[in-house]
């Protein structure tokens, strides 16, 4: 399994980034698939998730209403649409999976993660 992230860079507040994840050896539809960021001198924190079982999506507070997490199985890759970004949402963002069929979207304990791309909100 590999990921790879893209998409990262510097925006304005106010903007919008999309961060894409190239995904092999894995079927994106049918394994849970997650977002996670870490802030300089901060954990890493899940932002959001699609769960394998029913395809529900999970945002956290700091994301809903302002991000979108989608999937393409024809692409291979999953996507982060981030709009309204604030300075805040700086971190460096991993796109993760995990083999196992019953992992809940919403764990930390991720098999397979990205190298993470920078996210820099500043004016």
């Known amino acids: 399994v590999q990921l790879v992230e893209s998409g990262g860079g510097v925006v304005q507040p106010g903007g919008s980034l999309t961060l894409s994840c190239a995904g092999s050896g894995f079927n994106v539809d049918y394994h849970p698939i997650a977002w996670f960021r870490q802030a300089p001198g901060k954990d890493r924190e899940l932002v959001s998730c699609?769960?394998?079982?029913?395809?529900?999506?999970y945002y956290a507070a700091s994301a809903k209403g302002r991000f979108t997490m989608s999937r393409s199985n024809v692409k291979k890759s999953m996507f982060l649409q981030m709009n309204l970004l604030k300075p805040e949402d700086t971190a460096v963002y991993y796109c993760a999976t995990d083999p196992r069929m019953y992992f809940r979207c919403v764990n930390t304990t991720y098999a397979y993660w990205g190298q993470g791309t920078q996210v820099t909100v500043s004016s």
């Open positions: 699609i769960s394998s079982a029913d395809g529900s999506i």
